[in-house]
Protein backbone atom coordinates (compact mmCIF):
# COMPACT_ATOMS: atom_id res chain seq x y z
CA UNK A 1 0.00 0.00 0.00
CA UNK A 2 1.25 3.49 -0.87
CA UNK A 3 0.45 6.04 2.00
CA UNK A 4 1.54 9.52 2.50
CA UNK A 5 1.59 12.31 5.44
CA UNK A 6 1.46 15.60 5.79
CA UNK A 7 1.78 16.34 9.50
CA UNK A 8 0.82 20.07 9.66
CA UNK A 9 -2.72 21.30 8.54
CA UNK A 10 -1.85 24.74 9.31
CA UNK A 11 1.58 26.35 9.05
CA UNK A 12 1.92 30.18 9.79
CA UNK A 13 5.19 32.10 8.68
CA UNK A 14 5.80 35.64 7.96
CA UNK A 15 7.04 37.33 4.99
CA UNK A 16 10.62 36.77 4.08
CA UNK A 17 11.35 34.03 6.91
CA UNK A 18 12.15 30.41 5.23
CA UNK A 19 9.22 27.90 5.30
CA UNK A 20 9.56 24.18 5.16
CA UNK A 21 6.04 21.79 4.21
CA UNK A 22 6.87 17.81 5.41
CA UNK A 23 5.77 15.46 3.42
CA UNK A 24 6.74 11.35 4.40
CA UNK A 25 5.31 8.59 1.95
CA UNK A 26 5.36 4.56 3.00
CA UNK A 27 6.21 2.95 -0.69
CA UNK A 28 8.42 -0.39 -0.66
CA UNK A 29 9.09 0.62 -4.49
CA UNK A 30 10.61 3.68 -6.09
CA UNK A 31 7.73 6.66 -6.37
CA UNK A 32 7.15 9.14 -8.26
CA UNK A 33 6.64 12.43 -6.11
CA UNK A 34 5.11 15.09 -6.59
CA UNK A 35 3.71 18.68 -4.84
CA UNK A 36 0.34 20.17 -5.89
CA UNK A 37 -0.81 23.74 -4.84
CA UNK A 38 -4.35 25.53 -4.52
CA UNK A 39 -4.66 28.95 -4.43
CA UNK A 40 -7.60 30.60 -3.13
CA UNK A 41 -10.31 30.03 -6.13
CA UNK A 42 -8.36 28.32 -8.43
CA UNK A 43 -7.89 25.25 -9.48
CA UNK A 44 -5.57 22.28 -7.57
CA UNK A 45 -1.96 22.50 -9.85
CA UNK A 46 1.19 20.76 -10.49
CA UNK A 47 3.86 22.75 -8.41
CA UNK A 48 7.11 20.39 -8.99
CA UNK A 49 7.75 16.63 -9.02
CA UNK A 50 10.70 15.51 -8.09
CA UNK A 51 12.38 13.98 -11.03
CA UNK A 52 12.73 17.48 -12.65
CA UNK A 53 14.44 18.46 -9.78
CA UNK A 54 13.70 21.51 -10.56
CA UNK A 55 12.94 25.22 -8.63
CA UNK A 56 9.46 26.38 -9.35
CA UNK A 57 8.35 29.58 -7.71
CA UNK A 58 11.48 29.88 -5.39
CA UNK A 59 10.29 26.11 -3.75
CA UNK A 60 12.83 22.89 -3.90
CA UNK A 61 11.85 19.48 -2.71
CA UNK A 62 14.27 17.07 -2.61
CA UNK A 63 13.41 13.39 -2.42
CA UNK A 64 15.26 11.55 0.92
CA UNK A 65 15.03 7.80 0.54
CA UNK A 66 16.60 6.84 3.50
CA UNK A 67 14.20 9.10 5.49
CA UNK A 68 11.23 8.52 2.97
CA UNK A 69 10.46 12.31 2.55
CA UNK A 70 9.85 14.82 -0.23
CA UNK A 71 9.93 18.12 1.90
CA UNK A 72 8.74 21.62 0.17
CA UNK A 73 11.08 24.17 1.11
CA UNK A 74 11.66 28.14 0.52
CA UNK A 75 13.91 30.22 1.94
CA UNK A 76 12.14 33.51 2.11
CA UNK A 77 8.15 32.71 1.71
CA UNK A 78 6.10 35.69 0.04
CA UNK A 79 2.72 36.75 0.99
CA UNK A 80 1.65 35.07 -2.51
CA UNK A 81 2.66 31.55 -1.30
CA UNK A 82 -0.30 31.43 0.76
CA UNK A 83 -2.02 27.95 0.04
CA UNK A 84 -3.28 24.88 0.19
CA UNK A 85 -0.13 22.18 -0.73
CA UNK A 86 -0.46 19.17 -1.28
CA UNK A 87 2.38 15.79 -1.47
CA UNK A 88 1.46 13.00 -3.84
CA UNK A 89 2.99 9.96 -4.79
CA UNK A 90 2.30 7.61 -7.64
CA UNK A 91 3.71 4.03 -7.47
CA UNK A 92 3.63 1.10 -10.00
CA UNK A 93 0.17 1.08 -9.74
CA UNK A 94 0.17 4.54 -11.43
CA UNK A 95 -2.43 5.71 -8.46
CA UNK A 96 -1.91 8.86 -7.33
CA UNK A 97 -2.04 9.23 -3.75
CA UNK A 98 -2.29 12.78 -2.08
CA UNK A 99 -1.69 13.73 1.49
CA UNK A 100 -4.38 15.43 3.75
CA UNK A 101 -2.69 19.10 2.35
CA UNK A 102 -0.83 21.70 4.73
CA UNK A 103 -3.09 24.96 4.93
CA UNK A 104 0.36 27.79 4.76
CA UNK A 105 -0.37 31.17 5.39
CA UNK A 106 2.58 33.88 5.20
CA UNK A 107 1.89 36.89 7.07
CA UNK A 108 2.92 40.10 6.35
CA UNK B 1 -5.15 25.04 -25.00
CA UNK B 2 -8.67 25.21 -23.27
CA UNK B 3 -8.32 23.70 -19.69
CA UNK B 4 -9.99 20.65 -18.43
CA UNK B 5 -14.18 21.13 -17.96
CA UNK B 6 -16.76 19.83 -15.57
CA UNK B 7 -20.29 19.76 -15.91
CA UNK B 8 -22.26 20.54 -13.43
CA UNK B 9 -20.47 22.45 -11.31
CA UNK B 10 -22.82 22.12 -8.92
CA UNK B 11 -25.61 19.10 -7.63
CA UNK B 12 -28.30 18.69 -4.64
CA UNK B 13 -29.17 14.87 -4.87
CA UNK B 14 -31.56 13.13 -2.54
CA UNK B 15 -30.86 9.81 -1.23
CA UNK B 16 -31.32 6.41 -3.39
CA UNK B 17 -30.85 8.96 -6.41
CA UNK B 18 -28.35 8.72 -8.87
CA UNK B 19 -26.12 11.00 -10.81
CA UNK B 20 -23.74 11.58 -13.68
CA UNK B 21 -20.77 13.87 -13.96
CA UNK B 22 -19.08 14.87 -17.06
CA UNK B 23 -15.42 16.12 -17.79
CA UNK B 24 -13.81 16.92 -21.01
CA UNK B 25 -9.85 16.84 -21.23
CA UNK B 26 -7.58 19.13 -22.51
CA UNK B 27 -7.27 17.95 -26.67
CA UNK B 28 -4.51 15.56 -26.77
CA UNK B 29 -5.32 14.29 -23.29
CA UNK B 30 -5.96 10.06 -23.29
CA UNK B 31 -5.56 9.54 -19.27
CA UNK B 32 -8.70 11.17 -17.17
CA UNK B 33 -8.74 10.60 -13.50
CA UNK B 34 -11.50 11.23 -10.91
CA UNK B 35 -11.04 12.15 -7.51
CA UNK B 36 -13.72 12.55 -4.31
CA UNK B 37 -12.23 15.42 -2.03
CA UNK B 38 -14.33 15.49 1.49
CA UNK B 39 -12.94 17.35 4.74
CA UNK B 40 -12.87 14.54 6.53
CA UNK B 41 -11.21 12.22 3.74
CA UNK B 42 -9.25 14.71 1.72
CA UNK B 43 -8.68 13.56 -1.85
CA UNK B 44 -9.17 9.99 -2.58
CA UNK B 45 -8.34 8.62 -6.21
CA UNK B 46 -11.71 6.55 -7.70
CA UNK B 47 -10.39 5.33 -10.85
CA UNK B 48 -8.94 6.10 -14.11
CA UNK B 49 -9.17 5.96 -17.78
CA UNK B 50 -7.12 5.61 -20.67
CA UNK B 51 -7.96 5.07 -24.15
CA UNK B 52 -11.91 4.17 -23.17
CA UNK B 53 -10.38 1.18 -20.59
CA UNK B 54 -10.75 1.48 -16.89
CA UNK B 55 -6.81 0.96 -16.20
CA UNK B 56 -6.98 1.78 -12.31
CA UNK B 57 -9.53 1.66 -9.17
CA UNK B 58 -9.35 3.23 -6.26
CA UNK B 59 -11.29 1.96 -2.89
CA UNK B 60 -14.89 2.48 -3.67
CA UNK B 61 -18.02 0.64 -3.52
CA UNK B 62 -19.41 -0.64 -6.97
CA UNK B 63 -21.82 2.19 -6.63
CA UNK B 64 -19.36 4.42 -8.55
CA UNK B 65 -18.80 3.52 -11.80
CA UNK B 66 -16.66 5.50 -14.96
CA UNK B 67 -16.23 5.41 -18.17
CA UNK B 68 -14.70 7.29 -21.44
CA UNK B 69 -15.27 7.83 -24.82
CA UNK B 70 -13.89 7.98 -27.68
CA UNK B 71 -12.60 11.46 -28.02
CA UNK B 72 -11.36 11.17 -24.08
CA UNK B 73 -14.46 12.64 -22.58
CA UNK B 74 -15.31 10.84 -18.98
CA UNK B 75 -18.56 10.50 -17.15
CA UNK B 76 -18.81 8.71 -13.42
CA UNK B 77 -22.12 7.46 -12.59
CA UNK B 78 -22.82 7.45 -8.68
CA UNK B 79 -25.90 5.47 -8.23
CA UNK B 80 -28.04 4.83 -5.14
CA UNK B 81 -26.68 8.46 -3.55
CA UNK B 82 -25.75 7.95 0.07
CA UNK B 83 -25.31 11.32 2.82
CA UNK B 84 -21.50 10.19 2.94
CA UNK B 85 -20.91 10.98 -0.90
CA UNK B 86 -21.51 14.50 -0.30
CA UNK B 87 -18.24 15.89 -1.45
CA UNK B 88 -16.59 18.03 -4.47
CA UNK B 89 -15.43 15.77 -7.52
CA UNK B 90 -12.43 16.51 -9.10
CA UNK B 91 -11.36 15.22 -12.53
CA UNK B 92 -8.12 15.53 -14.07
CA UNK B 93 -6.42 14.90 -17.08
CA UNK B 94 -2.96 13.99 -18.31
CA UNK B 95 -1.31 12.39 -21.60
CA UNK B 96 -0.43 9.17 -20.14
CA UNK B 97 -1.10 8.87 -16.77
CA UNK B 98 -0.57 9.06 -12.95
CA UNK B 99 2.91 9.71 -13.09
CA UNK B 100 2.74 12.72 -15.38
CA UNK B 101 1.48 15.89 -14.59
CA UNK B 102 -2.52 15.89 -13.69
CA UNK B 103 -4.30 19.40 -14.82
CA UNK B 104 -7.57 19.05 -12.67
CA UNK B 105 -10.70 20.44 -13.23
CA UNK B 106 -12.71 22.53 -11.33
CA UNK B 107 -14.40 20.22 -9.74
CA UNK B 108 -18.25 19.18 -9.00
CA UNK B 109 -19.82 19.90 -5.74
CA UNK B 110 -22.03 17.10 -5.26
CA UNK B 111 -24.97 17.67 -1.69
CA UNK B 112 -26.94 14.95 -1.00
CA UNK B 113 -29.87 15.93 1.18
Same mark, same amino acid.
Given at each position: ???? /????? #?????? %? !? ?14 ? #? ?13 ? #? ?8 ? %??? !? ?26 ? #?? %?? !???? /???? %???? /???? | ?113
Amino acid at each position: AQRV /TQPEK #LLSVFK %G !APVELKCNYSYSGSPE #LFWYVQYSRQRLQLL #LRHISRESIK %GFT !ADLNKGETSFHLKKPFAQEEDSAMYYCA #LS %GS !ARQL /TFGS %GTQL /TVLP | KAGVTQTPRYLIKTRGQQVTLSCSPISGHRSVSWYQQTPGQGLQFLFEYFSETQRNKGNFPGRFSGRQFSNSRSEMNVSTLELGDSALYLCASSIAGNADTQYFGPGTRLTVL
